[in-house]
């Protein structure tokens, strides 16, 4: 303790160093998956699946719901679940992809995309799969083998057929090489008491198979040392009976220039402990070539690969590992085990070599594994050899040694200066290039190989080779190699840099070779920022266009490379205008707000330099955010006008510049004034017209044309009217006009046109126009008398001012116009222009020849009543009378030459009856006023319906109305006139009965106004009507329809006469009437219509059905005697349940045909006495199934048992099953006996018997029937007729049938039969048929009624019960001990564990207990038993403790313990679990031992485990009244570095020996020499020199020989300073003796060799010369020692003083 390494202890109780155990293996437990809620009883091979090291799947089932858990390795704890229902599941390897197997239906998932990628239904059971790469899976059935691919919509493909050996196999495992070129299956199965593997290998190639034994195998891709590619390599271990194998070898033919791998075959070594083992995983690290074998108790094998050497072997795990993958991050073997353990194991690359080396002592393997892997740890060894080589002078050996070395570690600056300080002989290659070829052989030199072995070759002017080897990447590039070639070749210099990646050099060889577009790229691809402004100012110089393209290239991003203002800046020092501008346009493309200073500048030096350059950039409108005003300005001392307008933001600016019109595009002068806001617009245009009216006409009136909406229309008529331009307004207007909607405007354009002579244009719009005032341009029309009146008369024409334009023209003697407009512009005005000449009092024949004269189309009625209106009517009979000479059929005509004709009289009926033109409703109402008579003739004529009726009623002409009514035959009419509402109904009525029909002949008339009548709904009025028809013996009195109207309108109006009418008329339709008079109750008028036609049936129907009187009835049927009417009759008293009655008349009428009625209605009231003799008359007529079914059952119920048995014996068709189930039904069980024989039922026939109280015979039937109905009913009777044994046998059938056994054992026990229940099932058990339903059953009859056999039948039988059922059984019961059994048998660990520690008299049992804790899955049980324990079981607390030890969390069982004050009770539980170093166990522990004062076992504590916190513990322990335990806490102090304390601390308690250490320890000066004046304080002058010899090299020879005089003890420090004196001459001998010999060396050795500095301080076993003192305040440095065997004073020994040991120094110290 306190030595540091290569030190020597001076004293003796320094204690010696321990080295820890080296393993190759780096072993790792990633998580516990029942740590992440995985149920233990699902982590087994069947449900959990992990196809590679990122995912582990589980099926699990929570309640009734199943679920897959999928564990992603990169975050264990938080698993995903999805209810999921599959027989298997299997992840992806790489991606989040599952595989998932339900019966023979195959799908993938994509879990990330939630969608499902493929699915296929397998032809037969998929027994095994497996993914073999990321879109391939593997499936076996039991007689193939498939690919099937995750791409496109393939289904799988047969690879081949498995062989023999295979069959019965468990498949445990599917292998594929790299290349899928070599497939390989694995199965095992049991065989003679040992597990046997059986391998298929097959070749895909070659399509053929091998049959091999063994249990776990797997395929590597190898390099052998000299062959130019890879082998595919075999590796497969087997557990024979003999032993253990493992075989490798190359599968196939070795590739071209290959030598074949030599195969291998070691024995596999397995412990006596595990006789049964076998290998059951196999991985191979591809890089490392070492194969891990897992077998199934959990030992891992590590082997190389090449040679087959067994490296490693130890156990890892307590349970079997069942299921493994390739670990790629270490290339290790990741499993995981039954407890749910996921462990890894890889090769500890730090430590492998070391243990090859030192443990297998095999250092040739180390070095070939060292060489092939470039694994460290064997670098001693390489050095040992390649010194030996190269004092050997076998330079070539000691190069490849040197080469060949792993990680570089002799590849370095002193290795090249040892092969440059060898002499080139003569003739041969020196052995620095020799060492050289070697490493460009096996590949990259580095950085100082590099350099030495180009520095020759530039300087002997190769370049060449240099291009190869870069091009062949064998050089390592670095600044200093560029450096070092760009003095030869800058361009090869520039690929030096490029690859040494130093962009500094890299861009300076870029510029420096005129390659400038590629420093951005660069620059930007290894994220360097150079000096761009600088470079750029440089190219300019030399070429201004590439400057430009590197300018671009700076600002070609969202983010410029260099300030653009700098950029421009460069530009204009060289004056490169045009190169700039061309560059802002580029960079300014974006036109951002922050640029505008430097669009200004682009455009303020191209304006200077170049105008038309800046109008066509301000033509483009790129920019928006340059200095407006200045540009302008700029723009118009330019002469660009233009652009100075479109940039003035000034109106007074914009109104001098802008009459310049003859100096600007009229164009975009007009566009311009879209951007003017209206007042600015207005006043240029005001502005313009001043300046030069002439000149800027045109302009102002197309801007006016354009801009009319924004400026106002109003506004610009007024400018236009203030300058009195009427040209001016009539252009603006007449652009406008045609979209304008604007009263003012079309005004103020007709003005405008008026003014300017455009009187066509005037005729136009006042044609065209419907947006002007009418009465506003009629007046001024008027008042402007102009020479065309065309324009008045159109807008009179069309505003209907024709009035007012006749009264105006005929006053101004403009008579030509008025027929100009009548006969050119308007016929249709003629009426209107007629009507104003009359008014004038025209003279008439003008009016006549202007009628004449118009030929033109118009309104004949309008004429007529513009001239009726005034009386003048008589004026238009020359013209009408010429209209219908010409053959004019218009209405209107024919209608004024009727008016005429009836006004005067001249023969007006004559000319209403033969005229056909004319309008039937204008003459008629015409005529009404003057002659009524007149109006019915014209009304008639055009069947004007509404308006005759209404002057007929009104003139009281009902007659003419009656006739026309009739002979009009119009139902809709009829109806109008016959409706209640109708005053004049009943004087029209009257008319058409007296007169109208009596006039009438025609049939239809007739019928149509009877229709009417009945539609009216006049009943009375239409019998009337009929009576006058039918009755009075007219044409129509045998007219059949009228009789049956005049019958049915009496049946409906008046029911007194409907006896008459049926005995007076014959001609009518009897059985129609009759049924309506049923229809109205007119029972006994409808049986005399039946009676009075002799329809018979019919008749006795009313008497039955209506009437009601069954006597009547059968007195008609006896006057009759027809069968049909005994038929009804029948049928009649069988409704009215008179039976026997009702069968009489069946038999009279010799009816069968209603036999079911009769059947059900007998069978209802009893009456089968009847029924037996209408059954024997029905049977002769008809052998129907159900008479004969029928009669055999009325045998029965009447008794006749003997004609019943007769009947059934002979040939019938009866249903005797029926038959016999509806006796037993009606409890008669002896015809059912005869039946059910008869048909061999003997199910019903033993149920019969029981009921009979034949119990035996009973029993023989149901054996018969053998149904399980029928034992059951057996069974129930014999058990209630207390025969148990035939019940008994009777049960034993119904036992074997699950569903029926719950039935039975509710029927036993609900009647307390208990015993004999349980004889019965104990007698099922030994049943062939057996099921787990009946040992179920049992056990919860024991639970019930015989709880002593309970648990014998559960320890028999409990994997044959349903065990959630029994425990729910046994916890009602409270059978304690039995239900923590089933707990346990079903794998409900915690269940059991709670019930034991509720119930631990009846159910505790300590070995059970302690088995069963460890495999719960809540960990709360864990404590939960510790406090059950506590307070039950205390003094075997700690054998449960050391059970839980691998699954509690410790630092809560001790805050457990520590709170209960028990802690003094687990003490053997925390020595046990100490080992684990954990901060509350050893603080726990250690205040135990310090209660109990055992200060060694808490010294050893202290030492062994040092979790705990010490300063605390050193603070309790140095008040302690204990000089021990104070002593521990000083050493406390001292392991904390607290020298201080630790020996104030032994000062005060005289611990002089272990105040001395703890001061040595400290190397502190200061302390060492405290204590030394201490010593000298208490007069303790041994423990003085002690201290000297202990604190030898901290002590200053100074201070102690100053001590040692004033304190006059220089006896006690004399060795101390003779052994400094030595010391410091021995380090001078040195220094001479290493000088000589530097010397020496320098002379004979011509080169300088770089060696390391050495040390001036000697170390031990130097002897100092004689005589030397040390300097003045010189200390001995650190880890000095004296001499071997020297003693610092003559004979004296190290620990002893002068005169002897002093009185008691002691080994704890001095006392």
């Given at each position: ?1444 030890v691998p699954r509690l969390d410790h630092n809560r069982t001790i805050s457990y313990f520590t709170k209960r004050n028990h802690l003094h009770l687990v003490k053997p539980y925390m020595r046990a679990v100490q080992s684990l170093n954990s901060k509350a166990i050893n603080e726990a522990l250690n205040q135990v031992l310090i209660e109990e004062e055992d200060y060694q076992s808490l010294r050893a504590s202290i030492d062994a485990y040092d979790n705990f916190d010490n300063i605390n513990l050193a603070q309790q322990l140095e008040r302690h009244e204990l000089i021990e335990f104070r002593r521990i806490s000083a050493y406390l102090y001292r392991g904390n570095n607290r020298w201080q304390q630790a020996t104030d601390l032994c000062k005060r308690d005289h611990l002089y020996k272990d105040a001395m250490q703890y001061a040595s320890d400290s190397r502190n000066t200061e302390i060492a020499e405290a204590l030394l004046a201490w010593f000298l304080e208490i007069n303790r002058h041994d423990c003085f020199a002690a201290c000297l010899y202990a604190c030898y090299d901290l002590l200053r020879p100074d201070v102690i020989l100053e001590l040692a005089w004033r304190n006059n003890i220089m006896d006690f420090a004399m060795p101390f300073l003779v052994q400094v004196i030595r010391e410091y001459i021995g380090r001078v001998e040195r220094l001479e003796t290493k000088g000589e010999e530097a010397e020496n060396e320098k002379q004979e050795q011509p080169m300088m060799m770089n060696e390391p500095q050495l040390m001036l301080t000697a170390g031990p076993g130097i002897i100092p010369g004689a005589g030397m003192m040390p300097a003045a305040g010189m200390m001995p440095a650190a880890g000095m020692m004296p001499a071997a065997g020297m003693a610092p004073m003559g004979g004296m020994q190290p620990n ?16």
């Amino acid at each position: 303790l306190g030595c540091r390494e290569g030190e020597r202890s001076c004293l003796d109780f320094y204690l010696p160093a321990t080295m820890a155990q080296v393993l190759p293996i780096r072993f790792q437990e990633h998580c516990q998956l029942q740590n992440v809620g995985i149920n233990a009883a699902n982590i087994g091979f069947a449900t959990l699946t992990m196809e590679s090291d990122k995912y582990i799947c589980v099926r699990e089932k929570v309640g009734e719901t199943a679920q897959v858990v999928i564990v992603d390795m990169a975050d264990p704890g938080n698993p995903t679940r999805r209810p999921i229902s599959a027989d298997s599941a299997i992840m992806n390897p790489a991606s989040k992809v599952i595989a998932l197997k339900a019966g023979k239906t195959l799908q993938i998932f994509n879990i990330e995309m939630k969608s499902k990628m493929k699915a296929y239904n397998a032809p037969e059971d998929v027994v095994f799969w497996k993914w073999i790469s990321v879109n391939t899976i593997a499936l076996v059935t039991e007689t193939a083998c498939y690919h099937w691919g995750m791409e496109g919509a393939s289904e799988p493909v047969k690879m081949f057929d498995r062989h023999t050996n295979l069959a019965g196999c468990q498949i445990i495992n599917y292998r594929t090489d790299k290349e899928q070129k070599w497939l390989l299956l694995v199965g095992i199965t049991a065989q003679q008491s040992r597990v046997v593997g059986a391998m298929q290998l097959y070749s895909v190639e070659r399509k053929v198979s091998q049959p091999i034994e063994g249990h776990a195998a797997s395929f590597a891709q190898f390099k052998m040392q000299g062959n130019q590619s890879e082998s595919t390599l075999f590796c497969f271990a087997v557990r024979s009976a003999t032993g253990g194998k493992l075989h490798v070898i190359e599968v196939g033919s070795p590739a071209a220039g290959n030598q074949p791998f030599t195969k291998k075959a070691v024995d596999v070594f397995f412990p006596p402990e595990a006789q049964n083992d076998f290998p059951v995983a196999m991985q191979v690290s591809p890089k490392h070539d070492v194969v891990f074998m897992i077998t199934k108790y959990g030992y891992v094998h590590l082997y190389d690969l090449e040679t087959g050497t067994c490296i490693y072997m130890n156990r890892i795990s307590g349970d079997t590992i069942f299921v493994t993958a390739f670990y790629e991050p270490t290339s290790g073997i990741i499993g995981v085990n039954r407890k749910g353990q996921v462990l890894s194991v890889s090769v500890d690359e730090a430590n492998i070599i070391p243990y090859i080396t030192n443990t297998l002592q095999n250092p040739d393997l180390a070095l070939r594994m060292a060489v092939r892997n470039n694994l460290a740890g064997g670098e001693d060894l390489f050095v040992r050899k390649f010194n030996m080589l190269f004092g050997q002078m076998q330079y070539s050996e000691a190069a490849k040694v040197a080469a060949a070395a792993p990680q570089g570690v002799l590849r370095t600056s002193q290795t090249i200066q040892r092969f440059q300080g060898v002499p080139t002989q003569p003739g041969q290659t020196s052995p620095l290039l020799q060492y050289f070829g070697i490493l460009l052989e096996q590949g990259q030199l580095n950085k100082y190989e590099s350099l030495e072995l180009c520095r020759p070759v530039l300087q002997q002017g190769r370049k060449q080779l240099l291009e190869k080897w870069l091009k062949e990447d064998k050089l390592e590039c670095s600044e200093e190699l560029g450096d070092l070639v760009k003095q030869a070749d800058p361009t090869l210099a520039l690929s030096v840099y490029l690859r040494a990646n130093v962009p500094a050099k890299v861009i300076q060889c870029f510029a420096e070779t005129g390659q400038f577009q590629k420093i951005v790229l660069y620059a930007k691809k290894v994220n360097y920022t150079p000096d761009y402004v600088f470079i750029l100012r440089n190219v300019m110089r030399i070429n201004p266009e590439q400057g430009l393209q590197f300018a671009q290239m700076l600002v070609q991003d969202d983010e410029p490379l260099a300030d653009l203002s700098q950029i421009v800046d460069v530009f204009a020092e060289f004056n490169l205008v045009q190169q700039c501008t061309s560059f802002l346009l580029d960079a300014l493309k974006n036109n951002r707000p922050a640029e505008g200073p430097l669009q200004t500048r682009l455009l303020e030096m191209n304006l200077m330099a170049a105008p038309q350059v800046a109008d066509a950039i301000l033509g483009n409108q790129m920019f928006t955010h340059y200095d407006r005003q200045h540009i302008a300005q700029l723009c118009e001392q330019a002469g660009l006008l233009q652009r100075a307008i479109e940039h003035y933001q000034d109106s007074f600016d914009i109104k001098r510049a802008i009459v310049h019109t003859h100096l600007l595009n009229p164009e975009w002068l007009v566009n311009f004034f879209g951007s003017l806001s209206v007042e600015d617009s207005l006043e240029c245009i005001k502005t313009m017209l001043t300046h030069n009216i002439r000149q800027n006409l045109q302009i102002c009136v197309q801007v006016s044309t354009k801009y009319h909406e924004q400026l106002g229309t109003s506004s610009l008529i007024e400018i236009f009217e203030s300058f009195k331009s009427f040209e001016g307004l009539f252009y603006f207007l007449g652009s406008i006009v045609n979209f304008s909607q604007e009263a003012d405007v079309h005004f103020k354009y007709i003005q405008a046109a008026c003014k300017t002579g455009q009187i066509k244009e005037v005729e136009r719009i006042c044609r065209e126009s419907n947006c002007y005032d009418p009465e506003r341009v009629k007046n001024f029309l008027k008042e402007s008398k102009l020479t065309d009146q065309l324009p008045l008369i159109i807008v009179c024409d069309r505003f209907d001012f024709v009035h007012d334009l006749v009264l105006y023209l005929y006053r101004n003697n403009l008579q030509k116009y008025i027929e100009i407009y009548v006969q050119k512009v308007n016929p249709q005005r003629l009426p209107v222009v007629v009507g104003g000449l009359l008014d004038v009092d025209c003279d008439e024949s003008i009016i006549k020849s202007l009628i004449m004269a118009v030929r033109g189309s118009f309104d004949t009625d309008s004429l007529v009543e513009e001239v009726e209106k005034r009386n003048r009517l008589k004026l238009l009979m020359p013209w009408l009378e010429s209209r219908i000479h010409d053959g004019v059929q218009e209405p209107a005509t024919h209608n004024a030459l009727a008016k005429i004709y009836i006004d005067s009289n001249n023969n007006p009926e004559r000319f209403l009856r033969e005229n056909q033109f004319y309008d039937s409703r204008v003459v008629g109402k015409y005529c009404e006023k003057r002659d009524p008579h007149l109006a019915c003739v014209a009304y008639e004529r055009g069947q004007c319906d509404e308006e005759l009726i209404k002057c007929c009623n009104e003139n009281s002409l009902f007659k003419s109305e009656a006739r026309y009514l009739v002979h009009r035959q119009d139902g809709d009419l009829w109806a109008l006139v016959l409706i209640e509402t109708n005053e004049y109904r009943r004087p029209l009525i009257d008319q058409v009965v007296q007169t109208a029909l009596s006039e009438t002949q025609n049939p239809d008339e007739v019928s149509a106004t009877v229709k009417a009548f009945m539609t009216a709904d006049l009943p009375n009025e239409l019998i009337e009507l009929l009576e006058k028809i039918v009755l009075d013996n007219t044409l129509f009195s045998e007219h059949r329809n009228l009789q049956n109207l005049l019958i049915l309108t009496a049946i409906k109006a008046d029911r007194t006469r409907v006896m008459e009418y049926i005995t007076r008329l014959d001609n009518y339709d009897a059985p129609d009437i009759a049924n309506i008079a049923i229809g109205s109750e007119l029972f006994e008028e409808a049986f005399a219509i039946f009676r009075k036609f002799d329809v018979n049936t019919s008749a006795i129907q009313v008497l039955i059905e209506h009437i009601g009187n069954l006597d009547r009835a059968y007195e008609y049927a006896e006057r009759c005697n027809q069968s049909d009417v005994w038929s009804q009759l029948a049928k009649a008293q069988l409704q009215a349940s008179m039976v026997k009655e009702a069968i009489d008349s069946y038999i009279k009428a010799d009816d069968p045909t209603t036999y079911t009625e009769v059947i059900e209605v007998a069978g209802n009231n009893g009456n089968y006495e009847d029924l037996v003799r209408y059954l024997n008359m029905a049977r002769k007529k008809t052998r129907e199934v159900l008479i004969e079914t029928e009669l055999v059952f009325a045998f029965a119920k009447t008794g006749r048992l003997a004609e019943l048995e007769e009947f059934v014996n002979g040939p019938n068709h009866a249903q005797i099953q029926q038959v016999g189930d509806r006796c037993y039904d009606a409890q008669l069980y002896e015809a059912a006996k005869i039946l059910f024989n008869n048909v061999s039922n003997f199910a019903r026939l033993a149920s019969t018997l029981v009921h009979l109280g034949e119990y035996q015979n009973a029993v023989d039937g149901a054996r018969k029937a053998n149904s399980t109905r029928t034992w059951k009913e057996v069974c129930f009777a014999c058990v209630d007729g207390g025969e148990f044994r035939l019940g008994q046998m009777c049960g034993l059938h119904i036992v074997v049938h699950a569903d029926e056994l719950e039935e039975l054992i509710r029927y036993y026990e609900a009647r307390g039969h208990f015993d004999e229940l349980i004889a019965l099932l104990e007698a099922a058990l030994g049943l062939e048929r057996a099921h787990m339903g009946m040992f179920t059953e049992l056990a919860i009859l024991y639970s019930k009624y015989k709880t002593s056999k309970m648990r014998e039948h559960l320890e028999l039988f409990w994997s044959r019960v349903n065990i959630p059922k029994v425990l729910r059984a046994a916890e009602q019961a409270h059978l304690w001990s039995e239900l923590v059994f089933l707990y346990d048998k079903y794998e409900e660990y915690d269940n059991a564990i709670t019930t034991m520690m509720q119930h631990p008299v009846d159910a505790w049992r300590e070995a059970q207990f302690k088995d069963i804790i460890t495999k719960v899955a809540n960990i709360e049980l864990y404590y939960k038993a510790l406090s059950f324990y506590l307070e039950i079981k205390p003094m075997l607390l700690n054998d449960l403790l050391l059970v839980l030890v691998p699954r509690l969390d410790h630092n809560r069982t001790i805050s457990y313990f520590t709170k209960r004050n028990h802690l003094h009770l687990v003490k053997p539980y925390m020595r046990a679990v100490q080992s684990l170093n954990s901060k509350a166990i050893n603080e726990a522990l250690n205040q135990v031992l310090i209660e109990e004062e055992d200060y060694q076992s808490l010294r050893a504590s202290i030492d062994a485990y040092d979790n705990f916190d010490n300063i605390n513990l050193a603070q309790q322990l140095e008040r302690h009244e204990l000089i021990e335990f104070r002593r521990i806490s000083a050493y406390l102090y001292r392991g904390n570095n607290r020298w201080q304390q630790a020996t104030d601390l032994c000062k005060r308690d005289h611990l002089y020996k272990d105040a001395m250490q703890y001061a040595s320890d400290s190397r502190n000066t200061e302390i060492a020499e405290a204590l030394l004046a201490w010593f000298l304080e208490i007069n303790r002058h041994d423990c003085f020199a002690a201290c000297l010899y202990a604190c030898y090299d901290l002590l200053r020879p100074d201070v102690i020989l100053e001590l040692a005089w004033r304190n006059n003890i220089m006896d006690f420090a004399m060795p101390f300073l003779v052994q400094v004196i030595r010391e410091y001459i021995g380090r001078v001998e040195r220094l001479e003796t290493k000088g000589e010999e530097a010397e020496n060396e320098k002379q004979e050795q011509p080169m300088m060799m770089n060696e390391p500095q050495l040390m001036l301080t000697a170390g031990p076993g130097i002897i100092p010369g004689a005589g030397m003192m040390p300097a003045a305040g010189m200390m001995p440095a650190a880890g000095m020692m004296p001499a071997a065997g020297m003693a610092p004073m003559g004979g004296m020994q190290p620990n002893m003083m002068p005169g002897g040991a002093p009185a008691g120094f002691q080994q704890g110290g001095y006392m």
